[in-house]
T-cell receptor
Framework: SAVISQKPSRDICQRGTSLTIQCQVD?????MFWYRQQPGQSLTLIAT?????????ESGFVIDKFPISRPNLTFSTLTVSNMSPEDSSIYLC??????????????FGEGSRLTVL | RKEVEQDPGPFNVPEGATVAFNCTYS??????FFWYRQDCRKEPKLLMS???SGNEDGRFTAQLNRASQYISLLIRDSKLSDSATYLC?????????FGTGTRLKVLA
C-alpha cells in the first residue's frame, strides 16, 4: 500500500491568485496522477506525473494553468494558477505503487478542497 | 462520448435487495477495468478488479463484456453500509479513467 499526505486539506482563495498543492508519498512510486473532483461529480484526470519526464496533460488541461513538479519518486506538486471560481473543486493526488503495477489499485490522498471567491 | 459512462442514479434499494450497476467504455479506456467505492467526502478506494471471465468477492460480482464494451457490478443482499458511490474505472496507456459514478442508498 501507500500512504499519501496531501496539503493543504482545504483553502479559500481570491480570484487571480495561485495555490500550490503538495503530495508526499511514504514510498517511491513511478506513476502519480492528479485528479479534480467538482461537487457532485466524478474524478477527472488532470495529468499524469512521472518522475524524470514532463507531465502528460489530459484534454482541457494545460501546463500554464496547472503546472506540475515531480522532483523525485516520493513528492509532487500541482499549482492552480490565476484561479477563478470555476476552479473551486477537490484536487486529489493518486499513486499506483510500484509493486501493484497493472492491478488498478490506486491510492489517494485525502484531497485538497479549494474554494475560489 | 465520455470514455467511461455510468448511470448516476441514485439507486435507492431496501436492505437485502440485489442491485446491479452498468458501465460502458470507449476504446481509449479499454485495457483493464475496476470498480471503486467512494464514501461521502472520502477518497475512492478499490473495490474489485473486473476480469473477462467474471469474478466474485463475497456479495459482489463483476463482469466484463468486451464485445459490447460493457461492465457490470452486482451487489447481493445489500447492507446499509453499502451506501456509497460506485465508480467504474477503465485503464488506458499509463492512466486510469473514472466513470461518472453511480450513487447507491440502501434503506432500512
Amino acid at each position: 500500500s501507500a500512504v499519501i499526505s496531501q496539503k493543504p486539506s482545504r483553502d479559500i482563495c481570491q480570484r487571480g491568485t495561485s495555490l500550490t498543492i503538495q503530495c508526499q508519498v511514504d514510498s517511491q512510486v513511478t506513476m502519480m496522477f492528479w485528479y479534480r473532483q467538482q461537487p457532485g461529480q466524478s474524478l477527472t484526470l488532470i495529468a499524469t506525473a512521472n518522475q524524470g519526464s514532463e507531465a502528460t496533460y489530459e484534454s482541457g488541461f494545460v501546463i500554464d494553468k496547472f503546472p506540475i513538479s515531480r522532483p523525485n519518486l516520493t513528492f509532487s506538486t500541482l499549482t492552480v494558477s490565476n484561479m477563478s471560481p470555476e476552479d473551486s473543486s477537490i484536487y486529489l493526488c493518486s499513486v499506483e505503487p510500484n509493486d501493484r503495477g497493472g492491478t488498478g489499485e490506486l491510492f489517494f490522498g485525502e484531497g485538497s478542497r479549494l474554494t475560489v471567491l | 462520448r465520455k470514455e467511461v459512462e455510468q448511470d448516476p442514479g441514485p439507486f435507492n434499494v431496501p436492505e437485502g435487495a440485489t442491485v446491479a450497476f452498468n458501465c460502458t467504455y470507449s476504446n481509449s479506456a479499454s485495457q483493464s477495468f475496476f470498480w471503486y467505492r467512494q464514501d461521502c467526502r472520502k477518497e475512492p478506494k478499490l473495490l474489485m478488479s473486473v476480469y473477462s471471465s467474471g469474478n466474485e468477492d463475497g456479495r459482489f460480482t463483476a463482469q466484463l463484456n468486451r464485445a459490447s464494451q460493457y461492465i457490470s457490478l452486482l451487489i447481493r443482499d445489500s447492507k446499509l453500509s453499502d451506501s456509497a458511490t460506485y465508480l467504474c474505472v477503465g485503464s488506458g496507456t499509463y492512466k486510469y479513467i473514472f466513470g461518472t459514478g453511480t450513487r447507491l442508498k440502501v434503506l432500512a
